[in-house]
């Protein structure tokens, strides 16, 4: 939602103050600068942009518009499943977690939270991890670079979209010049003719310039900026569940694992002890 307040502000405040200080409106609504720069850059994202990548701009750049389902009610879900899924292992041993991590679409516990289900590759990194706990032989500190090097590939992979938006943004104001070149170039062809279809033709060229540099800074490269902190959120996740398991895979008591887990979140979600606490043993 702020996605698309923040677009209608950069729109009306342009616009709106061009108008305000006498700019006729349709001196803009120049429909062969915006076919030059808009097909030149779909062009070169085709160009620059796998398939299965392009995909994945397009569904990320359509998700800022919705709101983040990052929060605090998210992380509390997220710890009170871990708290879950330790607990079983405390009271019935490694082999009983087993059942939940082989089938997690069928386990009583992860279908309490839905939201998880949908990620299927936070149920992967949660089961293939747990899976080597129950193997056992392999040591936390050993589990830990292994879940690290996970992370890292995820937010690399994650952060593909913003970085291809990001250059997208960047050439823009490059092609604006380009379209604002090929208004000179038929300007000149016409510069014997009157002065008012000259003067049309050079503000028509001057259009292509300015919306190379409005849409660059105004939309394309804000949006590329909030798919890479959502990216970095995102992330984030991984690093609490990472620590909750590294935890239990010491023996740790699990609300203890649990704490270390809320340690590890962002200041701007983290709930308090008590808050955390009370919500994974469901007494609130």
């Known amino acids: 939602m702020l996605v698309i307040i923040g677009c209608a502000v950069v729109l009306i405040s342009v616009i709106g103050g061009y108008m305000e200080a006498g700019g006729p409106l349709l001196v803009l609504v120049q429909i062969a600068e915006y076919i030059i720069i808009g097909g030149s850059a779909i062009g070169a994202l085709l160009i620059s942009t796998p398939s299965k990548l392009l995909k994945k701009l397009v569904k990320n750049a359509l998700g800022t518009i919705k709101a983040s389902k990052i929060n605090k009610q998210m992380y509390l879900d997220l710890l009170k499943l871990l708290y879950e899924l330790f607990n079983v292992i405390r009271k019935d041993g490694l082999i009983a977690i087993e059942s939940h991590i082989e089938k997690p679409a069928e386990s009583a516990i992860f279908q309490k939270y839905p939201v998880f289900l949908s990620q299927a590759h936070l149920i992967e990194f949660i089961s293939d991890t747990l899976r080597l706990v129950i193997m056992g032989g392999v040591p936390p500190q050993e589990i830990e670079i292994l879940m690290d090097a996970d992370i890292e590939l995820h937010h690399s992979e994650g952060a593909k979209p913003g970085m291809i938006l990001q250059k997208i943004g960047d050439s823009l104001p490059g092609l604006g010049i380009v379209a604002a070149v090929l208004g000179i170039i038929i300007t000149m062809q016409a510069i014997t003719g009157p002065p008012e279809e000259i003067g049309q033709k050079v503000a028509a060229a001057l259009v292509g310039t300015f919306l190379g540099i409005f849409l660059s800074y105004g939309f394309i490269q804000p949006i590329a900026t909030n798919m890479d902190l959502s990216n ?45 606490e009370s919500y994974v043993k469901g007494s609130k």
Not at 237 to 261: D, H, M, Q
């Open 232 to 276: 970095d959120d995102e992330s984030g996740t991984y690093g609490v569940i990472k620590s909750g398991i590294i935890c239990a895979a010491k023996g740790l008591n699990p609300i203890v694992a649990v704490e270390f887990a809320r340690r590890s979140i962002s200041s701007d979600f983290r709930p308090s002890f008590q808050e955390m």
